[in-house]
Structures are given as C-alpha cells and as structure tokens.
C-alpha cells in the first residue's frame, strides 16, 4: 500500500521542534489526498493544525511502540532521522544500552560511567558468536573481525572516529583488549600484554584535558595488530597522525598541556628527578596557561608509575626513560626563557636566565649560542651573510617553534622505539588494524587543524559510502533480488576541492614557497581561483575566512595562521646548534633527513610519517603535504581490508551520565554518516525478515487452509500477496522476504486489529454467557416464586367441608388398599428372598468349599515345590562346598608332593655324602693291604729266627695263653652282653608294639571324631618326624659311642700284633696260635651270622612298627631310609657295628613312640577342654561330613557342573584328574629313583671297606647338620603352630559362616554368581549328564584308591584365596598394558564387574606389599599412575574412557584407603577385610598423588562434557518454544550485517535446532554411562551439579547479554523448561535440593520477566525474591526488559530508580556476568567397598595367565 495511506487515525508522526529537534504527535483525523493540514494533537494535549508544503511533504511517521529500542536500527519499519534520535534516547536514558546497530555501524554512546559490561566473563560471552546473537557491543565488533580475518583469510579494519569526549579512545583500547584476550599466543614473550601496554604511554604523551573531555587524543592513530597462522598474535605496529603540537606551547582557557608534563611535575619531589630540576606545574609558563593544573578523579603521580610501568614491559629500560624525561623537562625549562624586547626591532635573553641555562645543561648545547640565535637570525645573500636582530615578537615564535619541533621529534622517536619493542620475530599472516581518528569537528573558530581532520573525515566518509553502497548490492545478489541503482551522497566534490590540483592544499602549498606570503594573499587566492565552486563561498560579514561545505555541515575556516601552521619552520641557526648537541637523542633527532622508501609491497602496512631525524633545509614538504600523503597510505591500507565501523557519540557538553540532548546527538549523527546509512537503507527495502520469522509473527493473519500447508514459504507469498497487493512494496529472496519501508508497521498494525478484533469476540462472548446465566438464574428463581403463589391460591380456590370428608374416605379405602397390597408383595418377596437366600448360600458354601480344597492343594503343592527348592539350593550350596573342598584337597596333594621332593633331596644329599666317605675309606683300606704285606714278609724273617729264641717264644706262650684266657673271658662276655641286649631289644619291641597297637587305636578314633580338620593332623604328623629325627640324631650319638669302643678293640689288636712280632722266637707255638686263631675267626662268623638274622628280624619288626606309628604317608620313605642304614651298616662293619645299628634302631623306634606319645597327649590334654565344647557339634558335622561323601549322585553332579565349564574357566576334576596323574607319575618317578639309588650304593657298599676314624669323624659332621636341621624343623613348628592358629580361626570363621545364614547366602551368592555366570540353566541339563556322571564316578573312586593308598588323607576344607595376584617383575609390563593401556571399557569382563580394573591392580599392590618388596612396589604404583594418565591424555575426547578410569581411579583410591590399617577408614570393614590390610608399607602418597590424577581427570571430564552440552544450552534453555501456543518471537527483523554471519549454505550448518529434549538426552546419555560404570553416587552429584551450573550461568549471561529474551513469554518458557530438568532429576533419582540450587539465578531471572513492575509493593517483593542476583544483574534485566506484544507495558524508569534504591544496601558483585567458567572444588568420598577380594576372580577374557591368585 502507499505510504500516504497509512496516514490515519490514531497513528503517530514527528514534527520538528527547535528544543527537541523532532517531538511526537497523534494524528486526529485521516489523511486525505490534496489536504494542505493535518490535524494533530501532541503529548501535552494541544492540537495543532500542522500546515503541509503542497500536500506533498508529509511529516515522518513513527514506528509503533513494539518496534522501539530495537539492536538494529535498520530494523525499524519507519527509516528516518527523528526514528533513529528516538530510538537511541529509549536505549540510552530508559534501557541504560549504550551500544546500537545501524547496519555496518555500531554505535556507541558514551555513558560517562564506568559500567560492568567490560569483564573478562563478557569477553568470552561474546568469543565465537555470530554479529547479532547478542546485544551490541564493541566486542561484538572485535568478534566479527577476527572470525572474518580467520574465515576469509583477509585483513580486517575497525575504524572509531566521534568527536573529542564521545569515547573513540576508550573504544579502540577495548577492541585491542579483546583481541589480546581471544587470541594469546602460545610463547612466554606475553606480545598481548605489551600491545596493551602501549596505550598508556601513548595516551600520557599524546592525549591532553580539553573542554570537552578529560583524556582528549590529540592525534589519530592506527594500530596495526599482526597475527601469525595459528592466529595468535605475533605483534603490532602504529601509525600516528597529526599531532597537535601548537598545544605544547598554547591551551586555552581551562584545558592543560600533554598529560605527561604535569605526571613529571607531580613527581618533581622524587630522587630520580632531581636532577631535572623541575617546579610545581603552576610554575611553569607551558602547563599553566589554561588555568587547569588537575584533573578530578585523576592522580598524576600514579599515572607516571602506571606509565613508567608500561616503559618497562615494553623493554624500554631507566636509560631511556630518563633521556625521555630530560627531553621534556628542557621544553619545560625553555618556556620560562624570559625574552626581554630592547626596542621594537630587537630583542634579547639575560645570559645568566635559570631556566635557559638548565634547558641548555640538559640539551647538551651552548648557552651563550642558545641566547644569540634565539633573538638573531642569519640571512644569507648572493654576496654575504648577515646576522640580523629580532623583535620579541619573533624570538618568542622561535622559542615556541622550537618546544613544539623538539616535542614532535620526541613523540615521532618514542612511537618508533614502541613499534620496535612491539615487533616480535616471525612472518605475519594477517593483521587487524584499529584507527583511533578524530571525527568531524566544527567550532567558533576552524583553523588549520580543524581544516586537516575534516579533510580526513571527508576520505573516510567516501569509503564508508562506497563500503556500504557495495555491502548492499551483495545482499541483493546473494538473495537473487533484482538490484537498481540507488542515489546517495557522492563527497568526490569537496575532496577535489580541498587536494586536486590547483585547490586549497595546493595553493596553500605555493603561497608557503613565498617568504614574503601571507594569509591575506592565500585567502585572495582561494576567492579568485575557487569562488566559482559550488561548495566553497565567501563569508558575507567577514574577510578574514572561507566556507567549505562538507558532507556534514558547513564550516567557516579562519584563515590566520595557516601557512605558519602549514610551514612548521624552525630557523637552520638552531637546527644547527641543536645538532652539535652532546646529548646523542637530541643531536640524533636533528641529523639530516633521508628519502623515506616509498615503495610499499603488498599493502604492508609501514609508519605513515617516517620517524623524523631533522629539519629539512629547504622545506620541501609541508605540513599539509606530509597529511596528505599519511591519509593516501592510510586509505590505500583501509580499502585493502573489510573496515568495521564504530561511530562514537557524545550526548551532552556537561559531561552527565546517561543524559541524554537530542541537538548534539543529532549532529553528532548527521556528521558521522549514520543517517547516511539510513538513508541509503530507506531507499530500498530496509526491513528484512526471514520466512520463519514472518511465518512465526504473522500466523495470525493466515487462514486456515493457508496454516495446513506444509510449504511455509509458498505459504509466506500467498499471505504477503493477499495482505499487501502492491507487488513492489516487497520482494522474495531466497531465505528472506524484504520490504519498503512502512510496510511492516502496516502489517503490525493488521496484526494488532485482528488481536483486538479478537480479544473483542472474546469479551463479547463472555460476556453474553455471564449475562445468559444471569438470566436463567433470574428466570428460574421467577418460575418458582409464580408456582408458589398459584399453588396457594388454587388451594384457597378448592378446599370445602364436603371435598374434606370425600378426601379423608379415599384416604382410608387407599390405605387398607394399599396396606393390602404390599403385604401381599411383601409375602411374594420374602418368599422369593429365602429361596434365594438358601440357593445362594448352598453355592457360597460350595464355592467356599472349592476354595478350601484347592487352598489345600495349593499348599500341598508349595510345600513340595518349597522342599524341592530348599533342597535344590541346598543342594547347589552343597556342590559349591564339595567344589571348594575338592579344590583344597588339590592344593594339600601338591604342597605333598613338594614336600616329597624336599625330603628325596635330602636323601640325595645324604647319600652323596656316605658315598664320598667310603671313597675315603676304601682308600684307607688299601693302605693297610698294603701295611699287611709288609707285616707279612716280616713275619717270614721272624721264622726264621724262631729257633733262636725258642726260650723267649715259652715265655711268650705262657704269656699268650694267659692273654688268650683273657679274651675268651673278655668274648664270653661279650656274647652275654649281646644276647642280654637283644632279649632287651625283643622285650622293649614287644612292649613298644603293645603301646602303640594302643596309641594307633586311640589315634584312630580321634581322627574319626576330628576329621574335618585337617590341619590338626598335619601338625602330629610333622611332630612324629621331628621326633623320629630327633631319635634319629640320638641314636647316631649312640652308634658314636659303640665305635668308640670300637675303636679300643681295635687298639688292643694292634698292641696284640706287637706282641705277635716277640712270638717269631716261638716256633713251634705259631701254628697251633694259627689253629686258635681260625677257630676265633670262625666263632666271629657265625657270632655275625647270628647278629644278622637278629638285625633283619629287628627291622622287620621296626618297619612294621614304623609303619604302623607313621602311617602311609611316609612308609616307604623311612623304611627306605632305615634300611639304607641298617644295610650299610651290615656291609659295612662287623658284629658290633650291626649291634650298635640294631641297638639305634630300637632306641630310635622307641625314642620315637615315646616323643609321639608325650607330644601327642600333650596336645591331646591342651585340645580336651575344646574337644568337648565341640564334641557335640563335632559329631553333627561328621554326620553331614558322612551324609555328604554318601551322597555320591551330589558329588557328581557338582563335579558335572564342573565339567560343563572346562571351556571358560578353570576346572576343580580336570584339575583333580591331572594332579593325581601328576602325583601318580611323580610317585613312580621316586620309586625308580629310589630303586637304583639302592642298587648303585649296593654296588658301592660292596667294593668299600670304610675307615672307621673317617666315619666317625663324617657321623660328627651328620650330628652338626642334623642338629642346624633339627632347629630349622623347630622354626618351621613354630610357624606351623601360628599356620594352625591362622587355621584354627578360619575354621571359627567357616562355622560362623554356617551358623550366620545371611552371611553364607551373601558369599555362596557372589561365588554362585563367578562360577555360574555363563551357566545358569545347568540344572535343566542334569539328565542329560548321567553317562558322564557315571564315569565320573569311576574315576573318583580311582582317585580316592590312590589317596588312601598314598595318604589317609585329612578332610577337605574349602580352597581359601588371600585376595592378592602374584606377578613376575618381567611381567610388569604385561599387566600395566592389558589392565590400564589395552584394557577397554566395553569389555565384557569389566561390564559384569564394576571397577574390576581398580581390584586387580590393588590385589597386585597387596603382594607387593606381602613381599615386602619395596622396589617392585614402588615400580607399580609409579607404572599404574603414568599409565593411567597416558590413556587419559590419549583419550581426552573420548567421553566413555574418561568416565571409565575416573570411576576406577576413584575407586582405587578407596581401595588403598580402605585397606591402609588407618583406624577412621576401617569402621565398616569386616573382619577379613581387616586382615587383608596393608601390613608393610604406608601409600599416603601415593595417595595424595593418586587423588590430584583424579582430580585432573575430573576436570577433563567436566571440560569434555561441558563442550558437548554448551551448544545445546542458548537454543534449548532459551530459544525454543517448548509451551505451544506462547510465541515470544518478537518483530526484531534483524538483517545480517556482515558476510560472516550469513554465508550461502549455512542454513544447512546452523539448521540443527536443539530443544530442550535435546539436553535433557544429553543428560541422560551422560548419567548412563556414569551409571554403566558405576560411579559413585556422590561423585555423580558433583558432576551433575556443575552440569546444571553451566546451564544456568550461560543462560543467565545469554539473557544478560540479550535483550530480545527479556519479555515475559521468555519467562514462562524458561520456567517451564526449569521444571523439566527438575523433573529429569527426579526421574534419576539424583538429589534435587542442592542441584537445583545452581538453577536458582535462572529461575529467579524468569520470576523476574513475570512479576509485575508497577508498584512500589512489586519493588519490595523483587529485593526480597531475587536475593541471588546482583543488583547490576536486577537494573540490567528490567532495563532490558521489552514487550512482545503492545497489550504489555515496558518498565518505567521511575521503578527501575525504585528498585535500585531499595538494592542499593545490599552487597553484591559490581560484575554483570556470571562466571560459567567457574568450577566447584571436587571432593573424592571415601566409600566403603563390600567386595571381598579373595571371591574376586579373573575373567578369562582380559588374558592375565601370566598372574596367579594367592
């Protein structure tokens, strides 16, 4: 429609206004074509007849209610200036918002307070969003050209420009400081920090107190920022332009000099400027020419240490500060140069000035020269040179020219040292550059500056229309619109007017060529050659100025004083003086001048203005020229990268915060170009909106059959060409529907009729229904009231005596009547009652009877299915106890079998050394074969002397035979000694048999009775060896004692043989001594022969009672021993030696029963007392014991259990079956072993003759040995006695196991559970099993023939593990890589056991630790913490992997708290655990080291999830409509402004929509894999509770940072969503109080947008109900708090006041963000563990093989 049309009733306009330059207006009549006024009534209620120029110039009309305060705005429907002015008063003074897009433009408007939007929380709000997700902000902007820089791989601009006071200093710090946040690099040189340290240098020596700002930039600067790849800054670079250096030596009234100065002044006191000699500020002519000597608020002596601070991080160190400081002093000191004028031409300085002689000390230069060509100047001619005077006038001008030249050269040196401390090395990838530049200045009196910076603003002005001129033609392309041309402002005119040949610069440049040029002549010049331009005229009053028209204003320039600005000249006699300075900076600074290289490559940015080193002699460059080029370099580097705008407002001259005057504004507006924009925007088609927008906004207006369609754009041009018929008012793109202007203000307007149509039916009908019902109630209460009265009077109508008594008659008849009636009735029913009575009880009867019969079944049938359940799980019980005892029996058979080995290598040990004994003695023997052969070829040499000494061998006869007497009598006695002792031996044998027939009997029946406890009978049986060996060790002694008398024996044959040498004399007495001697010899014999029947008949009876004291089990081995004894002894001695063997052997067999019987009726009198307090329930478990080895179809069928998991795990009968095999072979082995032991030390026995010296002194060695053996045996006691004890209180424990029943059930449950888990149906396959059973059965009973016959073997007990893993140190490696790297969460062993991993690397740590091997400990746990952070640094994406180790690292910290022995964590473990305790080492250590790899594991695993839920949390908290039927999308029509934001194709990128579904599953998926991995549930809180703090703090900061959330729809659905989190709390079952507390600011922010904000009682309930926001939080959300619709009221400023009043005691943050980065201190609870560790086993599916359990 045209825009004419929406001149209507009702509708508002603005109308200009000298106060307020524009005020509203309603329109009280329609607007008709051809009416010169309009009728219209303005705010204050006065009507106005408004006259229109023709009818054609309407006033502006003004943008409904729902429309102002937009971000954007562009977005308006109404694009105007009075829109515009309007819309940023509502932002500014109402919304307290000082930044505001105007579609490339932000801007900002300076509150003239510090506000909380600048935090380092805000900095990262806005890092990575998109130019219009959040409210503006310079971030934003920053953002926006970063991300475009990294996206599109080119550099980026951001231009601040705005008057002096509006804030572009303070912007450009804040874009600088954004990027050094977002983009810090990676080395330790902190280049970020140094690019910020830059600004307070700058700002001291190049910002100064104007009237219009206390920190005014006296320059324009442009801050290149370089990046490197990677994006991280690398280094920067600046620019500077134009720096006011007449303010060096001129303020005007109440402003004051570079800021610099007065910090030096301020510091004058302090040591290290003494020697500058510097005064009070008030005392020098250059600081206190303004009358302002100090800033309010401002403290100049710690804003030098600030910016000496600065100096320092940028590296430039005291030595140059201080020639810096000396630099400016001098200027200081030369100001109060007093110049004295001797007449009108001459002038002249007092030599002995203080203030000159300090200047000159600190310049290095001569005073007496100084003085001279101060008031002189040299003028040179074609024939000579002449010194000529000058007025004071001109010496004053030089003193100046040369404080404002030194100045210069100083600020030009200093920038150049700073871009030097900023260059870092490497190669620049791209740069982002920052332009801090004056903005269009008009004042009372333009000159030569004035005339500079707006030539400047007029070339960024020409850019920025072109910028904006091509950004709209892209998105008219990109939306495939057709593009037309549009007319805007082309500045082309005034910039040829100003540097184009022949203009102003240029004449201005020609007259300065002239040394007699003048102003006057200049300005002569500019009316004759450019008075005919239309943009320049000649004032009418004046002479003395000009006027240009800029794009902005027009502006009338003085002309005085250009060309001496313009020349900038200083006479060559004190350049030259000042270049012989012997300060090197000063004399550096004034070195001649080179050609700067103006070649540029690649658009490099370079200084604009070479750092100045002198002043060039002939002039050549001007200052106007210098200018120009620097904005050529600048332009030329602005239109090589995409510039970014910020166009800084100043709202009041006063300086007032948030006040707000709408004629510096507008022309602030007018000259910044924003309006511009607008207009260029109005053009064409301002208002843009995407199809869902519109189709969300105006779903309203849409028919039926149009909202059934699925096509929602097809359906978005059906509506518009039905609304709008004028097809040209709007165009489709291809994601956005643009309209003219006006036309969304037409559609709002529709929009709003039919809501007010709507709400009016709405009213109509109810309040027809309340009327209807009033009626009928009315209606109804009438009806009742006329029955009552007609009633009344009918009966007053009909009643008489006669109709009485004919009543009263028909009254009686109807009673007996009816009495007769329902008697009869009656009878029928109670007949019919009782027949049915009788039936139905007959059936209830019956039925009750059913029920008691199938009840009775029922119970039948649950007591046989209850007795065979109960016997089934007894049954199983009971396999699992005959499992577990068979498994025991195992393990005794193997710890035999080793004990076997221990004792065959002892014997081999023996053996070896007898027979290197008898080598020993057989060699003796041949000695005396050999000493026998000499005795016998002397006894030849004898006889032959016989007949000599005849008489002599009489002699010796008679003395033989008296000796022979002797040893008859000496053998007869020997015989009788012999036959005594072995009738002793046979009646000690007699009685020992006797005793031990008894004892073995009594033995016998005390087995029975304590048959289950085997460990009892271990310990006799290792008692009777140590007494076997001790009578062993005795008899040995004895067998030592008889050889000794052996050896006498022997003796006295020797001294026989002596005698025999005296008997050669005897002759003839030889031969019948021979006789007598074969006759001995032949008694001997048979005396041997009879000891070795007696000897063989001794040790059969000895091993027959050997074997019956020592039982099966070690038989063959001491018979085997015995006889090996015995049998050398036979061979290897005579009749005393098997005496003395036979002798031993009784001794010891009788020594041994009497140890055995002492020590067995010790233990036997110790054990009494607990035999009979356990008698009785010693004799129940025999009889179970009995019942249970009776019960051979049990056994089977627990060993065919067995049997059917000999695939997956380790079998209790194969193990049986290849253990007996095992011993079997083994037992053979020995036997053959043992076999020819005895034949090869037979064959050896044969062939020796033993020295009975040598083996007496071997039996010494034995004796020595056997008694080290018999202590090692006395050690080993002791250690079985405290085994026994161990055993003793594991038996106690068992039969607490079986009295306790819950106790049983909870282990035989987890041992059911280990051994049974693949195989729960095996009872269902028993049938199927009975062949297997069968020959199952056939091998037990072989088995248990091969126990007896072995071994009477001690009862079974249950197999009992320790809880610990043995491992090989090699196999280190192989553990930490299959339990830690290798192992996987999905794993199926480490599914059924949670923290599986945890308990087998503790049960590793528990046998280190059992060892009491610290390396090999030490060596894990090191290994286990480094792994374990290897595979979390591996996985630090992997949500699953985290999850799984930090569950296990908690719960290995448990285990080792658990089991530490320290007394607080060991109140709820029970007994065994308690056992299980660490014994040797203290782990706290580890521990603490263990908790801080815990705690970083925590934190990966929060970053990680917090990643993957931040991006749901703004769509789904926020932006999504989860109540249906409440839209709060409100008419924003946001257009996005950058190429960035909307790039062809994104809407597939950005078309994945969270809900709030999609982050209560993310949830849910991230508490099921907690779950799956069995987290402990207060570490589950923990992480849940920082889950839901980052949903409310980023929620919080998005609505914070949104204005366009902050509406009451937004916060109901933020509620809503609230409720559903809550819900899915409940739901987990996860504790809600003290995690809904981390949603309590979300939810009090929602309450917020609801309540109402009227009154001061609604005031009074905020402070009270938002008690966990700040107050700056609170004021910013009702500040931005915007209706929706136009039946909603925004929040006045009258109760924001209000509320902030109130708040104003509270203590709050003065921060507006709240930190989502923020993490809660994490707490590792100590959680008891029921795990036993001796029932944990390994799944054969992790492949430890290499491991065994203890």
């Keep these: ?399 100046d020219a040369l404080a404002k030249h030194i100045y210069a050269l100083l600020f030009d040196w200093v920038i150049h040292k700073i871009n030097k401390a900023l260059k870092v090395p490497g190669k620049q990838h791209s740069f982002i550059g920052v332009l801090d530049i004056y903005g269009f200045e008009t004042f009372d009196v333009n ?422 359940l109960v016997r089934r799980r007894f049954q199983t019980m009971r396999r699992l106890v005959i499992n577990v005892q068979l498994s025991y029996r195992v393990q005794q058979l193997r710890k035999k079998v080793e004990e076997q080995n221990k004792e065959n290598r002892s014997l081999m040990e023996r053996v070896t050394s007898l027979s290197n004994a008898r080598a020993q003695g057989m060699e003796k023997v041949q000695a005396l074969e050999a000493e026998l052969n000499k005795l016998t070829n002397e006894r030849t040499a004898l006889e032959e002397k016989e007949r000599k000494n005849t008489e002599e061998a009489k002699q010796a006869v008679a003395l033989l035979q008296n000796e022979k007497k002797k040893l008859i009598q000496a053998n007869k006695a020997l015989e009788q000694s012999l036959k005594d002792t072995t009738q002793q031996m046979r009646d000690n044998f007699e009685n020992m048999k006797t005793k031990l027939m008894e004892d073995l009997e009594r033995e016998e029946r005390l087995r029975k009775v304590a048959e289950h406890n085997s460990e009892l009978q271990k310990e006799d049986s290792e008692k009777e060896i140590e007494a076997l060996q001790e009578e062993n060790r005795r008899l040995r002694e004895e067998r030592v004692r008889l050889q000794a008398q052996l050896q006498e024996d022997q003796r006295i044959n020797a001294e026989m043989q002596k005698q025999l040498q005296q008997l050669t004399k005897h002759v003839k007495v030889i031969p019948d001594l021979r006789k007598e001697i074969n006759s001995l010899q032949m008694q001997r014999d048979e005396a041997d022969k009879t000891v070795k029947a007696q000897s063989q008949q001794a040790r059969a009876k000895i091993s027959v009672i050997t074997r019956q004291l020592l039982g099966e089990a070690k038989e063959e081995e001491l018979i085997r021993r015995l006889h090996e004894e015995v049998s050398n002894n036979n061979d290897e001695v005579d009749l005393l030696s098997a005496f003395d063997e036979m002798e031993k052997a009784a001794n010891f067999s009788l020594r041994v029963m009497e140890n055995q019987l002492r020590e067995q009726k010790d233990a036997y009198e110790s054990r009494v007392e607990t035999l009979v307090y356990k008698n009785e329930h010693l004799n129940k478990e025999n009889k179970q014991l009995q019942a249970f080895f009776q019960e051979k179809s049990d056994i089977n069928n627990s060993i065919a259990q067995e049997v059917t998991r000999l695939t997956s795990e380790n079998m209790v009968i194969p193990e049986l079956k290849q253990q007996v095999s095992e011993l079997t072979r083994n037992k053979h082995e020995l036997e053959t072993q043992l076999q020819d032991q005895n034949i090869e030390m037979t064959e050896k026995i044969n062939k020796l003759s033993i020295d009975l010296q040598l083996a007496f002194e071997k039996e010494g060695l034995q004796r020595r040995n056997l008694e080290k053996r018999i202590l090692e045996m006395e050690r080993s006691r002791d250690e079985m006695e405290r085994q026994m004890v161990d055993l003793r209180e594991e038996n106690q424990q068992l039969q607490k196991v079986q009295q306790s029943e819950s106790e049983a059930k909870n282990k035989l449950r987890q041992e059911t559970t280990h051994l049974t888990a693949e195989n729960m149906d095996f009872e269902e396959q028993l049938d199927m099993k009975d062949r297997l059973i069968k020959r199952l059965q056939d091998q037990i009973k072989a088995l248990q023939t091969t126990e007896t016959a072995n071994q009477r073997a001690p009862p079974a007990v249950p197999k009992e593990y320790l809880g610990m893993l043995e491992y090989k140190k090699e196999d280190e490696g192989r553990l930490i890589q299959t339990l830690i790297l290798g192992l996987r969460p999905r794993s199926v062993g480490v599914c059924l056991i949670p923290g599986l991993a945890a308990h087998l690397l503790f049960m590793c740590v528990r046998h280190a630790d059992y060892l009491n091997d610290e390396n090999k400990l030490k060596s894990l746990m090191h290994n286990v913490i480094f792994s374990i952070k290897e595979v979390v640094m591996e996985n630090q994406e992997n949500f699953e992997v985290l999850s799984f180790w930090l569950s296990n690292t908690h719960r290995f910290l448990n285990c080792l708290k658990q089991y530490s022995g320290e007394e607080e964590f060991k109140k709820q473990n029970t007994p065994r655990q308690n056992k299980n305790c660490l014994k040797n080492f203290d782990l706290s250590q580890h521990r603490q080291i263990l908790s801080d790899l815990a705690i970083n594991i925590y934190h990966q695993f929060i970053n990680l999830m917090e990643d993957g839920l931040y991006p749901m949390i703004i769509p789904g908290m926020l932006e999504h409509e989860s109540l249906q039927g409440i839209s709060s999308m409100k008419p924003t029509g946001f257009r996005k402004r950058s190429s960035s934001v909307y790039e062809e194709g994104e809407d597939h990128t950005r078309g994945q929509s969270y809900t709030m579904t999609s982050i209560l599953q993310q949830l849910s998926v991230f508490h099921a894999c907690m779950e799956k991995q069995v987290m402990e549930p207060q570490l589950q809180g923990q992480v849940i509770r920082q889950l839901f703090y980052l949903i409310g703090s980023t929620s919080v900061n998005s609505i914070l940072l949104r204005k366009d959330l902050c509406s009451c729809r937004k916060g109901m659905q933020i509620r809503c969503n609230i409720s559903y989190l809550e819900e899915w709390l409940r739901e987990k079952g996860l504790p809600a109080a003290c995690t809904m507390e981390m949603l309590g600011p979300l939810s009090q922010v929602a309450w917020l947008l609801q309540v109402n904000k009227t009154t001061d009682e609604d005031a009074a309930e905020i402070k009270q109900r938002c008690s966990e926001l700040s107050p700056v939080q609170i004021v910013k959300i009702l500040n931005s708090y915007t209706p929706i619709d136009d039946f909603e009221k925004r929040v006045t400023p009258s109760f924001v006041r209000k509320v902030q009043a109130l708040l104003h005691e509270r203590d709050g943050s003065s921060q507006l963000m709240m930190d989502a980065q923020y993490r809660f201190q994490v707490t590792f609870p100590f959680c008891f563990s029921p795990q036993a560790l001796e029932l944990l086993q390994v799944p054969s599916s992790l492949h430890l093989d290499f491991v065994t359990r203890i």
Excluded at 605 to 613: C, E, G, L, N, S
Aim: glycine share 4%.
């Design 1 to 399: 429609m045209a825009l004419s049309e929406l001149y209507t009733k009702f509708n508002r306009v603005w109308i200009p206004d000298t106060e307020h330059v524009w005020k509203s207006a309603e329109i009280l009549k329609d607007f008709q074509p051809g009416d010169k006024e309009l009728e219209i009534q303005l705010e204050d209620g006065t009507e106005l007849q408004y006259p229109l120029e023709g009818g054609e110039k309407l006033p502006p009309l003004r943008n409904p209610d729902i429309l102002v305060g937009e971000n954007d705005l562009t977005a308006l429907s109404y694009l105007h200036e009075p829109a515009v002015l309007h819309n940023l008063k509502i932002r500014f003074v109402e919304s307290k918002i000082i930044y505001t897009y105007c579609g490339i433009i932000l801007v900002a408007v300076n509150p003239y307070k510090q506000l909380p939007i600048y935090g380092d929380a805000v900095i990262h709000a806005y890092s990575g969003q998109n130019m219009g997700d959040l409210d503006p902000h310079i971030f934003a902007v920053a953002e926006e050209a970063y991300k475009q820089m990294a996206r599109n791989n080119k550099n980026q601009s951001i231009i601040v420009s705005g008057e002096s006071g509006a804030g572009k200093t303070v912007s450009a710090r804040y874009a600088m400081r954004y990027f050094a946040m977002v983009s810090k690099s990676s080395s330790n040189t902190r280049v970020e920090d140094r690019v910020l340290a830059s600004n307070p240098i700058t700002e001291a020596i190049g910002n100064a107190k104007t009237t219009r700002n206390d920190n005014s930039s006296r320059f324009g600067k442009y801050t290149e920022i370089s990046f490197d790849r990677k994006y991280q800054i690398i280094g920067a670079n600046m620019r500077t332009y134009l720096l006011e250096k007449s303010r060096v030596v001129f303020q005007s009234e109440n402003e004051r000099n570079y800021h610099i100065f007065y910090q030096m002044c301020a510091c004058a006191n302090q040591p290290e400027f003494k020697s500058l000699k510097l005064l009070s500020a008030d005392e020098f002519n250059y600081t206190c020419m303004g009358g302002e000597m100090e800033i309010e608020g401002v403290d100049d002596r710690v804003d030098m240490a600030e910016t000496r601070r600065t100096f320092n991080l940028l590296g430039l160190n005291e030595n140059f500060q201080m020639d810096v400081f000396k630099v400016l002093a001098g200027i200081l000191h030369l100001g109060n140069t007093v110049i004295k004028a001797q007449n009108t031409e001459k002038s002249t300085i007092n030599s002995s000035d203080p203030h000159l002689e300090v200047f000159c000390d600190l310049m290095g230069v001569n005073m007496d020269d100084m003085c001279r060509w101060l008031c002189h100047r040299r003028i040179v001619l074609s024939a000579e040179t002449v010194v000529k005077p000058q007025p004071k006038e001109r010496a004053v001008n030089a003193r």
């Design 447 to 868: 000159s030569f500056e004035q005339f500079c910076i707006n030539y400047a603003n007029e070339k960024l002005q020409q850019q920025f229309n072109l910028h904006v001129f091509k950004l709209e033609q892209e998105e008219y392309m990109k939306e495939d619109i057709p593009w037309t041309l549009i007319d805007f402002y082309d500045n082309q005119p005034v910039i040829d007017l100003i540097e184009a040949k022949m203009g102003i610069l240029d004449l201005l440049d020609e007259e300065c060529l002239f040394p007699q040029g003048t102003d006057k002549n200049w300005l002569q010049k500019l009316y004759n050659f450019l008075g005919s331009k239309a943009l320049f005229e000649k004032p009418r009053m004046s002479t003395d100025s000009f006027l240009i028209q800029h794009f902005a204003d027009k502006v009338e320039y003085q002309c005085k004083g250009f060309l001496e600005k313009n020349r900038d000249t200083l006479y060559e006699e004190l350049v030259s003086l000042m270049r012989s300075s012997q300060f090197a900076l000063v004399a550096e600074f004034f070195q001649e001048e080179e050609e700067p290289n103006s070649g540029r490559k690649n658009i490099k940015v370079t200084p604009a203005q070479p750092r100045a080193k002198g002043v060039n002699k002939q002039l050549r460059s001007t200052v106007g020229e210098k200018f120009r080029s620097s904005l050529y370099l600048l332009m030329e580097t602005l239109n090589a990268t995409t510039p970014h705008y910020v166009r800084c407002i100043k709202p009041n001259e006063e300086k007032l915060p948030f006040e707000y005057d709408s004629k510096r504004v507008v022309q602030q507006l007018r000259a910044c170009g924003v309006l511009e924009t607008i207009r260029i925007s109005a053009q064409s088609y301002p208002s843009r909106w995407t199809y869902i927008e519109f189709y969300s906004r105006y779903s309203i207006l849409m028919s039926q059959s149009e909202l059934k369609s699925e096509e929602k754009k097809q359906t978005c041009r059906m509506v518009l060409q039905r609304l709008i018929p004028d097809s040209n008012q709007y165009k489709f793109g291809r994601t956005k529907i643009f309209f003219r202007a006006g036309q969304v203000a037409y559609l709002e307007k529709l929009r709003l009729d039919h809501l007010r149509a709507a709400c009016v039916t709405i009213q109509k009908h109810a309040r027809g229904w309340r009327q209807r019902r009033r009626f009928l109630h009315m209606r109804e209460a009438a009806i009742t009231i006329q029955q009552y009265i007609r009633g009344k009077k009918k009966i007053r109508q009909t009643v008489t005596a006669l109709a009485l008594k004919q009543g009263w008659a028909a009254l009686v008849i109807q009673r007996h009547c009816r009495g007769y009636l329902v008697r009869r009735v009656y009878q029928l029913v109670r007949i019919a009652t009782i027949t049915i009575q009788a039936f139905t009880r007959g059936w209830r009867a019956r039925k009750h009877y059913k029920k008691m019969v199938a009840e009775h079944k029922a119970l039948v049938l649950q007591k046989y299915a209850r007795a065979w």
